[in-house]
């Protein structure tokens, strides 16, 4: 796959220089089955380094070894530099629709939403351990919606301001509307290594909305 220049019309005669895949925008489909492996050699064009997140995948721990690498953020992969390449290689974990991004480059206990923003990149908070149940209080004092993305886990919402959801589900992202605080539970299984969580509107994570942890034995 090719991480490449391009020029896309979104509008008749209006015309946008941007990144893609294989020169398009979103990048090509990739359709597998469950406990399908899947391979992709990432070839950077580019002329600033890069790296795919696969968004919503649990990277299986028993087809590799140290699988917080192929979570595609800086903290854990060297980035691709220009005209290098490296192979992603993960099987299948669950069925579902998912997507990929670059997560380089970014226009860059209780989470406070606007202490994050404030407080500057590449955070760190406390280890969690494998096993231990991780109860977390989602408080966003500021003005703006913040959707909260964990890397490599999937939680359910216990409460947001106060009421349980009508429906549990499993999500890997939230959003916490302002001047709100949600609930959220997750359970770190055995995939060791450093993940991170951050808002997914990009320019708030620029702004510094994003810290690492690690998954301790």
Known sequence: MRRERSIR?????RKVRGFAYNGQ??????????????????????????????HGIRVPAERIRVPAEMDGTEAVQAPVEPGETFVYRFVVPDAGTHWYHAHTNEPTRTISLKALMHEGHH??????????????ELVNETGQDHPFHLH????????ENGRAPTDLAWKDTVNVPRKTQSRIAWLPDDRTGEWMYHCH????????MMAHFAVVP
Not at 123 to 136: A, I, N, T, W
Not at 152 to 159: A, H, I, P, R, S
């Open 123 to 136: 955070q760190r908070v406390d280890p969690v351990r494998v096993g231990e149940l991780q109860v977390r």
């Open 25 to 54: 925008v979103p990048g090509p489909l990739i359709e597998a089955e469950v406990g399908d492996e899947i391979e992709v050699n990432l070839r950077n064009n580019l002329f600033q380094a890069t790296t795919i997140h696969w």
């Open 152 to 159: 490599g886990f999937f939680f359910q919402v216990l409460q």
């Open 9 to 13: 019309e979104f509008a008749p005669g």
């Open 201 to 208: 509107v990009l320019v708030h994570h620029a702004m510094g």
